[in-house]
């Protein structure tokens, strides 16, 4: 048993090496094509991880951390210093941070919720935010604040309607001509995105991409509300396949939608972290990939195997 273990560590320190290898490497094809390779986090050790593991950027910055370890909802001052930390480390690197997705899976001491028949489907996300407009008021100033100190984008969960996006777009402007009249510096370019992660978001998408500057798919959610199958019950684990046709074919649209309106499209889902579909994923077109820390490098691996001109073997 010894021997089989030191010969498995012995594997595993040769691939990790290899891996090595390809830090400060692009992740692009063999025929070209430049594919970004982010990282999901939640805090600014996460961000240390990213940047260690050679991360391209952070393609989603979970912000609801932030108030799911708090006791009272966390200060515009508490989240400008983590969003602005973030940011410095990252340098010139994207860093997006998602506006807070409290609710269903996600719950908050500081944001007690009623209880409801089915949370997955109900008060949650950017629908909280439009209950409680002051909660996004401060967090967009955080941000606006932060996008001053890198490269800051912002985006929204859970979004359903394009009239959703133009509200969060109101907001923003509202706090970013604040921030101006107040001499407090920020970018006026910011980028807004929203995730896609609902069949109604793929089915608009053509909508929604008039209204923001970048999609970013979250598989886990898309595939969960796709399918009709809870991302929380083990039980259900006999029925969940990941490839689903349906969840692939959203993910498609959903491409093909952005670059109809000249947007750029990631997925941040589990998905994309999933070596089995990055060729699948790069034939569809997928500008940016966000996944964990130590995905980053064997995704680049495949990706700088993979050669486009070439028919697929998929
Ligand atoms: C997703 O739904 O794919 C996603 C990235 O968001 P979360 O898993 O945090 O809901
Ligand atoms: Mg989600």
């Known amino acids: ?68 370890g708090s006791e009272s909802l966390p200060s515009e001052e508490k989240q400008y210093a ?63 604040r932060a996008s001053a100190e890198g490269n800051v984008a912002v985006m929204v969960p859970m979004i359903v309607a394009a009239e959703e996006v133009r509200w969060v777009r109101e907001m923003a402007a509202k706090v970013q001509g604040d ?27 053509d909508e929604l991409a008039e209204e923001c500057d970048f999609f970013s798919i979250g598989t886990n959610d898309l595939t969960q509300y796709t399918c009709a199958l809870d991302r929380q019950n083990a039980k259900l684990e006999p029925f969940f396949n990941p490839h689903h046709p349906a969840v692939l074919r959203a993910i498609k649209m959903t491409i093909d939608a952005g670059h109809r309106h000249g947007i750029w499209v990631g997925i941040c889902g589990e998905l994309g972290a999933d070596t089995a579909l990055t060729e699948t994923f790069l034939r569809m077109g997928v500008d940016e990939l966000s996944m964990n820390a130590k995905s980053v490098l064997p995704v680049r691996k495949i990706i700088r195997s993979i050669d486009l001109s070439k028919p697929s073997d998929k």
């Open 1 to 68: 048993t010894l021997a089989f273990y030191l010969e498995k560590k012995r594997e595993e320190e040769a691939a990790h090496r290899r891996r090595q290898a390809l830090v400060g490497k692009k992740s692009v094809t063999q025929d070209g094509r430049e594919v970004h390779v982010c990282c999901n986090v939640g805090n600014c050790e996460d961000v240390q991880a990213a940047l260690q593991n050679d991360c391209e950027g952070v393609g989603l910055f979970r912000s609801e951390f932030l108030y799911m």
């Open 82 to 144: 983590q969003y602005a930390r973030a940011a410095r480390m990252l340098g010139k690197k994207l860093l997006v941070i998602r506006t807070m997705d409290i609710g269903a899976d996600k719950q908050a001491a500081c944001l007690p919720l009623p209880h409801e028949e089915n949370p997955a489907l109900g008060m949650r996300s950017v629908r909280l935010c439009r209950q409680r407009p002051e909660i996004l008021l401060t967090q967009l100033r955080a941000v606006c």
């Open 179 to 205: 921030l101006q009249r107040e001499g407090i510096p920020f970018d006026k370019n910011m980028q807004i995105g929203v995730m896609i992660e609902t069949p109604a978001a793929v089915l608009i998408a």
